[in-house]
């Protein structure tokens, strides 16, 4: 069936007299049902257990919680929504010329990150917490960050940094920094104080829900400058707030089951007490626009693990569980 009302589309016994660039057709030949909002303007379909969501007049697809921007808008013709020619290589892995697209079993989606941002905490004029043994918070965090970064780009990652030395950066820097990328994950380590010299062990926290939360000005500022980016055609303000909803939806999803994962690795190969995974309010994690998880690697104010934060085995196993992390998380279907 063909229908622009929301009805769900499947193969069966009918064929879509549709063009071979229509998505219609493309989920036809491949056996996928799909969705279609006549409202929203929004194109759905899941294959092998991945939800993508295609704004109809907007260059945006949401592959999981990967951004993917296309070369051109998708456009509506009539009651068939037409792809620009890079959508299968973008969407599926491959051009169109590569495969035969009819016979596709669904989405070759490679995994669902594919560019890292690390944010090494505080720097330059700002030190963060300082610590027993001589730690502090900016020189632990900054290390863990260039071993991580180390082992990303030996996995096969993209990974950028909000800050490549002992630099202050401002936390409305460090998003702005993530929008402008193509960066698909957030990842900011901190190492954390406490007045109880007793309290040790490892925290992770990611974004809760924000539709009351007056401090969310620069994740605003930060949609709008990538929606600039997306060529909307139409009237701009449901679009915006369509895309929005959408990741924001996923990025509350895949940042908490990250965030559980990271925690329980890491407290395994450190060894170390796991204090668990909690929502919060700080800046970078809620306005940036992507999954995003910040990670207390430990007090520096216990005197054990301050003592083993100071050493190089240390820190590389701790990014070692991170990495490991980040590349099972992005395997998973």
């Not at 909002?37 to 697809?61: A, C, E, N």
């Not at 539709?211 to 055609?233: G, W, Y």
């Not at 509350?252 to 559980?260: K, M, N, Q, R, T």
Request: glycine share 6%.
């Amino acid at each position: 069936m063909l229908s622009v009302s929301g009805c769900q589309g499947s193969r069966g016994n009918v064929k879509l007299s549709v063009p071979e660039n229509s998505l219609q057709a493309i989920c036809e030949g491949r056996d996928i049902p799909w969705q279609w909002d006549s409202v929203s303007q929004v194109f759905t379909f899941t294959s092998q257990k991945v939800p993508t969501k295609v704004l109809i007049g907007s260059k945006l697809v949401m592959v999981g919680s990967k951004r993917v921007i296309l070369s051109g808008a998708v456009e509506r013709k009539a009651s068939t929504i037409i792809v620009p020619p890079d959508f299968i290589k973008r969407v599926f892995g491959k051009t169109a010329e590569e495969l035969n697209v009819t016979s596709l079993p669904g989405p070759l989606i490679s995994g669902k990150y594919r560019e890292i941002m690390i944010d090494a905490g505080h720097g330059g004029k700002d030190p963060g917490a300082r610590g027993l043994a001589g730690t502090v918070e900016k020189d632990i965090v900054f290390d863990i960050a260039q071993r991580l970064k180390t082992n990303l780009k030996k996995m096969g990652f993209n990974v950028n940094m909000t800050r490549e030395s002992d630099e202050f950066v401002s936390l409305q820097e460090r998003t702005e920094i993530a929008t402008r990328s193509k960066a698909d994950l957030f990842l900011s380590i901190h190492a954390n104080a406490a007045q109880s010299k007793k309290t040790k062990g490892l925290e992770i926290y990611y974004s809760r829900r924000l539709e009351h939360d007056p401090d969310v000005a620069q994740r605003k500022l930060n949609e709008h400058e990538l929606f600039k980016r997306l060529d909307i055609s139409g009237e701009r303000a449901v679009p915006e707030g369509i895309i929005s909803d959408m990741m924001y939806a996923h990025k509350l999803e895949e940042s908490s089951i990250f965030a559980d994962l990271v925690i329980n690795k890491t407290s395994k190969n450190i060894n170390t007490v796991n204090r668990g995974s909690r929502t919060c309010g700080f800046f970078v994690v809620k306005n940036t626009l992507i999954p995003a998880v910040l990670f207390e690697v430990g007090y520096i104010t216990n005197a054990a693990e301050a003592k083993l934060l100071k050493t190089e085995e240390y820190r590389q196993k701790i990014a070692d569980a991170i990495a490991d992390s980040v590349r099972e998380y992005s395997h998973e279907s």
